[in-house]
């Protein structure tokens, strides 16, 4: 009878042990599949939309230079008016037509670069240079249709600090878009960052994520006196 609690007791014993060690290569098997994760954290990077967006669509659609001139420069310039420091986004767009357009023609090309930079702070950089090409076309007396790409790449830098060092990482980018017009509205349609491209200067994982935008305008009040056109991004 001594010997039968002793073995009773040693079967417990060993059930306990085998259920801990089973417990622990669990935990072990979730931990492999969740650390990695925050080994090395992924981020993903939108290009910046500024708030006055709408005198900017190249910025969003290359389909739509040359969609207002033959010849066209876009500039602007935006940052925090107070809180942050160091922190800013500036570009141009340059379009034109490769050739002479006669007045008469139903369709014409739009060439142009495009020139995008992003700061975020004083130790992160994002600086974007594209080349655009735009075709436009008449569909009939009242719309015009347009379609666009553009190629170029995005350069990440990150500045050197007292405690690590510096890197910068080019990789290549595009965009691509539909455009539907005529005086009073249009609606367009682009795939932007096709590439979708992944940078790590550093630590970070940076990711340009494929997307799509949709834009819209309409003039509900036009005149030589006053125009009422909202847009929609």
């Known amino acids: 009878?001594?010997?039968?609690?002793?073995?009773?007791?040693?079967?417990?014993?060993?059930?306990?042990?085998?259920?801990?060690?089973?417990?622990?290569?669990?935990?072990?098997?979730?931990?492999?599949?969740?650390f990695p994760a925050f080994d090395q954290p992924t981020n993903k990077n939108y290009p910046v939309q500024l708030s006055q967006f709408m005198y900017a669509y190249p910025l969003v659609?290359?389909?739509?230079?040359g969609t207002n001139a033959n010849y066209e420069v876009l500039m602007g310039y935006?940052?925090?008016?107070?809180?942050?420091?160091?922190?800013?986004?500036?570009?141009?767009?340059?379009?034109?037509?490769?050739?002479?357009?006669?007045?008469t023609a139903r369709s014409r090309?739009?060439?142009?670069?495009?020139?995008?930079?992003?700061?975020?702070?004083?130790?992160?950089?994002?600086?974007?240079?594209?080349?655009?090409?735009?075709?436009?076309?008449q569909i009939n007396s009242?719309?015009?249709?347009?379609?666009?790409?553009?190629?170029?790449?995005?350069?990440f830098s990150v500045k050197a600090t007292p405690t690590t060092e510096g890197a910068s990482v080019f990789k290549a980018d595009a965009n691509t878009g539909l455009w539907l017009y005529n005086e009073r509205f249009h609606a367009g349609i682009s795939v932007n960052q096709l590439f979708n491209s992944v940078f790590q200067p550093i630590d970070e994982r940076t990711v340009l994520p494929t997307h799509i935008n949709i834009t819209a305008s309409y003039a509900v009040i036009s005149n030589d006196m006053l125009e009422l056109k909202p847009h929609l991004l």
């Open 142 to 155: 009242r719309l015009r249709f347009g379609g666009g790409i553009d190629f170029g790449g995005m350069n």
């Open 78 to 103: 935006q940052r925090p008016v107070s809180g942050f420091s160091g922190i800013s986004t500036y570009y141009c767009n340059i379009g034109f037509a490769p050739y002479r357009i006669k007045p």
């Open 61 to 65: 659609n290359p389909a739509s230079i």
């Open 109 to 137: 090309s739009i060439t142009g670069v495009r020139f995008f930079n992003d700061n975020e702070g004083a130790y992160i950089n994002r600086m974007r240079f594209y080349v655009v090409y735009a075709f436009h076309t």
């Open 1 to 34: 009878m001594y010997l039968s609690k002793i073995n009773n007791a040693w079967n417990e014993s060993r059930s306990r042990v085998f259920m801990l060690k089973r417990s622990i290569l669990i935990t072990i098997f979730f931990s492999c599949m969740i």
